[in-house]
């Protein structure tokens, strides 16, 4: 059992600065991956930025240069750093996390976290 629970979201100006945070607790052990993705109205749910046990990280395209995914294990938190936001990055923001060490895997979301954008 893993809870998540995401904050930071909100309005800001494009070209603007956010910083997410997901913090984890339950059984944090078994998390194997962890990553952001976003939904915007009418759109699926895409990933973001993921970071796996071992720090390796990955980006969408459309984020790479902009969006930083970090994690702070002392404080079982992930952050996900967004700069020069634009107003298409507009979505609700999941954290999810990703667990494979049992036998029967499974992926925990957080709430979301509105992120919008103005022009």
């Known amino acids: 059992q893993v809870q998540l629970v995401e904050s930071g979201g909100g309005l800001v100006q494009a070209g603007g600065s956010l910083r997410l945070s997901c913090a984890a607790s339950g059984s944090i052990f078994s998390i194997s991956f962890m990553g952001w993705y976003r939904q915007a109205p009418g759109k699926q749910r895409d990933l973001v930025a993921g970071i796996t046990r071992s720090g390796s990280t990955n980006y969408v395209d459309s984020v790479k240069g902009r969006f930083t995914i970090s994690r702070d294990d002392a404080k079982n938190t992930v952050y996900l750093e967004m700069n020069s936001l634009k107003p298409e990055d507009t979505a609700v923001y999941y954290c999810?996390?990703?667990?494979?060490?049992?036998?029967?895997?499974?992926?925990?979301w957080g709430q979301g976290t509105q992120v919008t954008v103005s022009s």
């Open positions: 999810k996390a990703y667990s494979g060490l049992s036998s029967n895997p499974t992926n925990f």
